[in-house]
């Protein structure tokens, strides 16, 4: 991961320092706060992961989440309502904010012959950076890895099959359930969106660009495990910039608030 100083800016789905205090005090659970609410957004995301899930298997397809949709929504998961060019409206971009640009979309199935959630358990050192400004939290992710079970407990459920998956964050005081499909930003572009001149560097053979360039951790847009086929930390950011409402707002921060995020206790910066 690279360092750099984190910028605070103003993003309509985040807050810096909101958090309220438990009303009573939490007890440990593996690394988690334990509140009131802790047991019920658990029960709730597994609940709703299981539902999906079977319905999905009822119909023979995986899930896609139309609430935040990669390829519907692009702008809006990327950069939320604002931040964003459109010079043929004559829109300038925001400086303050990132200009992410992933050319396609594409299921981890089509990304991994072999994916897998977790391989032989996580590791601090699985975590590598993408083209997000975003090593705080990874860095974050990166400490929370460390404990036994502990990720265990924030990805709730999941059905691999289904392309489903419930999170839980502590987010202003109390513990919610986030829930994201499988679609993930990738670098490179469909084969039929190349120049002809592109085409031909791959002898104009789609499945061998496709098997070279669209294929693997090094595809991905944002952050990926240096584990092969290994997809907790790309969908576990996905989750964390869902729950702020994009991409770019997770882009310059603290570590100590993604711990909060992830665990629950209150940090400090010393």
């Keep these: 991961m690279t360092s750099q100083s984190p910028v605070k800016r103003y993003h309509p789905h985040r807050q810096w320092h909101t958090k309220s205090k438990p009303t009573s005090r939490p007890q440990s659970n593996v690394g ?3 509140t009131e609410d802790l047991e019920i957004a ?3 995301c597994r609940d709703r992961v299981r539902a999906i899930a079977t319905e999905c298997k009822a119909k023979n397809r995986k899930y896609r989440d139309y609430d935040w949709d990669l390829l519907v929504d692009r702008e809006l998961c ?3 309502c604002s ?3 459109d010079i043929a409206q004559g829109i300038l971009a925001d400086p303050d904010v990132p200009q ?3 050319p396609d979309v594409l299921r981890v199935s089509n990304i991994f012959d072999n994916p897998e959630f977790f391989k032989d358990g996580c590791s601090s050192s699985d975590i590598e950076q993408g083209a997000l400004g975003d090593c705080w939290f990874l860095s974050a992710l990166s400490t929370v890895a460390t404990v036994k079970g502990l990720l265990d407990r924030i990805c709730v459920e999941r059905d691999e099959d289904a392309g ?4 839980i964050f502590f987010r202003d005081g109390k513990w919610v359930e986030v829930i994201v499909d499988d679609m993930l930003f ?3 572009p469909r084969f039929s969106d190349l120049e002809p001149n592109q085409k031909a560097l791959y002898h104009n053979n789609p499945d061998l660009y496709n098997a070279t360039s669209r294929k693997g951790s090094k595809s991905l847009y944002f952050a990926r495990s240096r584990t092969e086929g290994e997809t907790w930390v790309p969908l576990i950011e996905k989750a964390y910039a869902k729950l702020h ?3 770019a707002s997770l882009d310059g921060g603290f570590a100590n608030e993604g711990i909060e995020d992830l665990t629950g206790y209150e940090t400090y910066l010393v």
């Design 32 to 34: 988690l706060i334990v």
């Design 42 to 44: 658990t029960t709730k």
């Design 78 to 80: 990327l950069q939320g």
């Design 83 to 85: 931040g964003g060019a």
């Design 100 to 102: 992410l640009n992933p």
């Design 164 to 167: 489903v998956y419930g999170f």
């Design 186 to 188: 990738v670098r490179n």
């Design 245 to 247: 409402g994009d991409y």
